[in-house]
Nanobody, 124 residues
């Protein structure tokens, strides 16, 4: 079982930037990693995903052009660079890991391990 630990969340003003990290321990070779978020009063939603090699990425429409997902397999870490943050980005952000074929928008149910989440709060 892969263990995932997110970090980097915080409180900031709209327009600011933040980089989230997710450190994985365990067997991560050839995995796909994703970021999800749960805003207050809403269901958890997909944010971004990245293939093992990093050559394929996918994003939820509202974050395209503002967020960038990347990974460093030597460090077993995936990142989410978030720029031009908006109050609507306020949420608990979770990283997750899955195996299998690449699908740009794989459902949550296909992710086998999850982190505990990190809070991002964007004030207006």
């Amino acid at each position: 079982q892969v263990q995932l630990v997110e970090s980097g969340g915080g409180l900031l003003q709209a327009g600011g930037s933040l980089r989230l990290s997710c450190a994985a321990s365990g067997r991560t070779f050839s995995t796909i990693m994703g970021w999800f978020r749960r805003a207050p009063g809403k269901e958890r939603e997909f944010v971004a995903a990245i293939s093992w090699s990093g050559d394929r990425t996918s994003y939820e429409d509202s974050v395209k052009g503002r967020f960038t997902i990347s990974r460093d397999n030597a460090k077993n870490t995936v990142y989410l660079q978030m720029n031009s943050l908006e109050p609507e980005d306020t949420a608990v952000y979770y990283c997750a890991i899955r195996r299998g074929s690449w699908y740009p928008y794989a459902p949550e149910s296909q992710y086998g391990s999850w982190g505990q989440g990190t809070q991002v709060t964007v004030s207006s």
